[in-house]
T-cell receptor, first 111, second 114 residues
């Protein structure tokens, strides 16, 4: 079952902050975050692993609450380049490499 | 840099035609994936392959089949295209079966079925 992302869309001014949430109905081994700019392929941002390890982007942070089966992506002091659609991908097993992606959150940063 | 290429950026086909979408990766990755992307529905997994000639159904395999004869190439086949298969199709690859593997995506093929 697809994880649920919220909000579906958000519009910001440069310098403002945003939080994107990803919620799963299943236990999770890891959560992956990707960003897709208009007309381009999705690009990896960050992985959050069960147990608290994080790997990823310098200017974007995220959290992973294993008990609540939720992850949040924090975009602080947003820049125009942050615009795009953000997807979370969840892995319940840790041994297949298969991800189930959410429906996406569209972020638009305006000058 | 990892490179995943797809045979066409745009494709227009007629209902009932057999359609082949090709994907090639150059990083010797074990896993390859085909997704369909539709507005409001995100990325939905059609099929994935974890080795040559090995495949597994994803969440929406109906109307599709796949072929992986060589490690670097993964093909998606629409046996008889229908208008509800009009969509963006994305291919991806990753190095192995661990849950920490990054998926690398191709640029996508926008398929229109008339």
């Amino acid at each position: 079952q697809q994880p649920v992302q919220s909000p579906q869309a958000v519009i910001l001014r440069e310098g403002e902050d945003a939080v994107i949430n990803c919620s799963s109905s299943k236990a999770l081994y890891s959560v992956h975050w990707y960003r897709q700019k208009h007309g381009e392929a999705p690009v990896f941002l960050m992985i959050l692993l069960k147990g608290g390890e994080q790997k990823g982007h310098e200017k974007i942070s995220a959290s992973f609450n294993e008990k609540k089966q939720q992850s949040s992506l924090y975009l602080t002091a947003s820049q125009l380049s942050y615009s795009g659609t953000y997807f979370c991908g969840t892995d319940g097993s840790g041994n297949t490499g298969k991800l189930i992606f959410g429906q996406g959150t569209t972020l638009q940063v305006k000058p | 840099d990892v490179k995943v290429t797809q045979s066409s950026r745009y494709l227009v086909k007629r209902t009932g035609e057999k359609v082949f979408l090709e994907c090639v990766q150059d990083m010797d990755h074990e896993n390859m994936f085909w997704y369909r992307q539709d507005p409001g529905l995100g990325l939905r997994l059609i099929y994935f392959s974890y080795d040559v000639k090995m495949k597994e159904k994803g969440d929406i395999p109906e109307g599709y089949s796949v072929s992986r004869e060589k490690k670097e190439r993964f093909s998606l086949i629409l046996e008889s295209a229908s208008t509800n298969q009009t969509s963006m199709y994305l291919c991806a690859s990753s190095s192995g079966g661990a849950g920490t593997d990054t998926q690398y995506f191709g640029p996508g093929t926008r398929l229109t079925v008339l």
